[in-house]
């Protein structure tokens, strides 16, 4: 576990040496700040028009709804920044070949690839929090539900979880960062419409349910809605071991090719 | 304390080790010689841990590479030909995270944060990186950038080193500096290493592993090696030179092969050593007179293309 702390702590200093990771978090928070700008002016313009006041009746959405929003584009623009960040986890270390220093340090393949995903997840982790100046500013001039606030930024790292996950198995498969990066967002992209495609694909049969239930969006959905249910987060957690296993087993994998 | 047996490896149907064997013990340095694509480098990943091998095992200090590879892996120290530095990091700092992720700071330790320093201070007085700790790795000559990479391999203090191209792309200085440090940890150690500079190897092996299109031709120490190898050839220098006197030579059934220099010195290899007297017979009836007969050099760059060329 150490050897994973090491390795984390190690790729987190890693990223921030350079200006890429400084220029995602910019481009993020820019973003987000245009986001956060619309919601203010649309929320001031419709409170204006119903002058019962925030949260009251007619076309003001209540507060908690904007910080949905804002939490629900996040995620979208996510799907642009995390490829960016674990896109060089491993491909940059087998393209300078700085692999064969973890492949011959006393450690196992799961030290590696689990401190792979920590410093990817508290990359972004980071940006999160950074962003979260957003409804900070609803909680201090308004009057959101901390507790559904919080769940649903629980939703959103549970999330981030499983893509980076997901973004680390990928960057596992090539020395290539750009075709990590395409392949990842390719990838995260699929998940998120297979609760569109899943009934075009497979009807309404037993596949059709598998489909659905493997995409993301429903069980993130309540979160945002400030529900914590065990089936969610077990679909979170599970798909972030298996894709962390598949990481694993490519990278152990590379011994014998 | 590193032991191959019977090592296999093949990519795409072409066999890059054929059944490789050999040991090294500690207190020995051995040099790993073979032509460019003989198998060295796959055979030094092998036995690092690097890439698995399809048959055969690799044991060091008595642990197999495969089925204990973390104990393997805590008694072995690698520097490869393409050292694998985090240009991003500073000497300090590269030292300091290989310290700690080979766990040379032990559970048992009361102050590991103390081992830990302690140990970067000794590689890099080692190493005599004091100069340069606080520079970035990338910014470093390839000199000074060979150096951290011994670093690497030196911090858990293993019992093995294995070593691929050490001196590879230094000035002479540095050769030198290299070469004694790796004479200095000669004696704990049990230390493979391959170059190219085949003086480098004379000066620094005692025992040799030469290898071929992947399969061990010999091993055994500079002395058997030559006596098996270096041949029968002899230098040969008349008074009264012939210009047909080379094909003559050429053509006495004792000689397997000759050849002239520049100087009109004919270096003959003979089947027999017996054979000799067949020579010098043959150049004093001829009137020539025998201005030297004596054997050729037996050094390492002979024996190597003796061996080589036998293979072939």
Known sequence: MLASWLIAAKDFKSGFSTPRTGALIFFLLGISAIFFATFVQSFVAASAQNPMGMGGGGNTPPIQELIKGLIYNLQFLLVLILPAVTMGAFADELKTQTIRFLQTAPISSWSVVFGKYLSRFFTLLFAVLLCSVFPLYFVIYGNPEPMATLVGYLGLMLLISYQVAFGIWVSSLTSQQFLAFLFTMLGIFTFFILDFVAPKIAGSGVLSNVLQYLAPLSHFESFLNGVISVEDVSYFVLMTICFLFFANVSYDSKRWR | ?312
């Open chain 2, 1 to 312: 304390m590193l032991e191959i047996a019977n090592l296999t490896k093949t990519y795409q149907g072409v066999k890059a080790l054929d059944n490789v064997s050999f040991s090294v013990n500690k207190g020995h340095v051995v040099g790993f010689l073979g032509a460019n694509g003989a198998g060295k480098t796959t055979t030094m990943d092998i036995i690092c841990g690097c890439i698995g091998s399809d048959k055969g095992h690799v044991k060091i200090c008595g642990y197999d590479i495969l089925d204990e590879p973390i104990q393997a892996k805590e008694k072995i120290g690698y520097l490869p030909d393409v050292p694998p530095l985090y240009r991003d990091m500073t000497v300090k700092e590269s030292i300091t995270y290989a310290v700690r992720l080979n766990g040379v700071a032990k559970k048992s330790d009361k102050n590991k944060k103390a081992s830990v320093t302690q140990r970067v201070t000794d590689m890099i007085s080692m190493l005599a990186l004091s100069d340069v700790s606080h520079k970035l790795v990338g910014s470093l000559s390839k000199g000074y950038r060979q150096r951290v990479a011994l670093a690497h391999a030196l911090v858990h203090d293993p019992e093995v080193l294995v070593l691929d191209e050490p001196t590879e792309g230094l000035d002479p200085r540095q050769i030198a500096q290299i070469r004694d440090i790796i004479l200095s940890l000669k004696e704990d150690k049990a230390i493979i290493l391959s170059s190219h500079i085949l003086q480098e190897v004379e000066n620094l092996c005692d025992q040799l592993v030469i290898i071929d299109k992947g399969k061990i031709v010999t091993t055994g120490d500079f002395e058997d090696i030559a006596n098996k190898f270096a041949g029968h050839s002899y230098v040969l220098s008349v008074r009264h030179y012939q210009d047909d006197l080379l094909g003559q030579i050429e053509g006495l059934s004792c000689v397997s092969k000759a050849s002239k220099d520049d100087k009109n010195h004919i270096q003959f290899d003979l089947e027999k050593p017996e054979a000799l007297d067949d020579v010098a017979k043959f150049v004093l009836d001829k009137g020539l007179g025998i201005k030297k007969l004596a054997p050729a050099s037996s050094s390492l760059e002979g024996i190597f293309q003796n061996v080589t060329s036998q293979k072939q």
